[in-house]
Nanobody
Framework: QVHLVESGGGLVQAGGSLRLSCAAPRMTFSIITMGWYRQAPGKQRELVAHITRGGSTLYADSVKGRFTISGDNAKNTVYLQMNSLKPEDTAVYYC?????????????WGQGTQVTVSS
């Protein structure tokens, strides 16, 4: 199991910014991608953005141009800078690590952090 430590999140007004971070401090695995998903009430969990060890990124269309994901391989940490936040960005944000652990490839999740954007 990959232990993921999330921080950031909170309440912000529309147009504001927040930064999320996620660390995977125990290096007993090989990370393929790390990133963030989100789940709003009554909706399915959806990809927000992820980044590979090589720095390639993928973003949901709804956040392109507003959110930026970056990573620090030495610290096994990823950051999600969220700018120009909208009320529709309100959700629980979950850190995800797609990794190989003892030869098994799978998804590992953080506990989630609430992001609330007020109008």
């Amino acid at each position: 199991q990959v232990h993921l430590v999330e921080s950031g999140g909170g309440l912000v007004q529309a147009g504001g910014s927040l930064r999320l971070s996620c660390a995977a401090p125990r290096m007993t695995f090989s990370i393929i991608t790390m990133g963030w998903y989100r789940q709003a009430p009554g909706k399915q969990r959806e990809l927000v953005a992820h980044i590979t060890r090589g720095g390639s990124t993928l973003y949901a269309d709804s956040v392109k141009g507003r959110f930026t994901i970056s990573g620090d391989n030495a610290k096994n940490t990823v950051y999600l800078q969220m700018n120009s936040l909208k009320p529709e960005d309100t959700a629980v944000y979950y850190c995800n690590a797609h990794a190989v652990v003892f030869g098994i490839t799978g998804d590992h999740w953080g506990q989630g952090t609430q992001v609330t954007v007020s109008s």
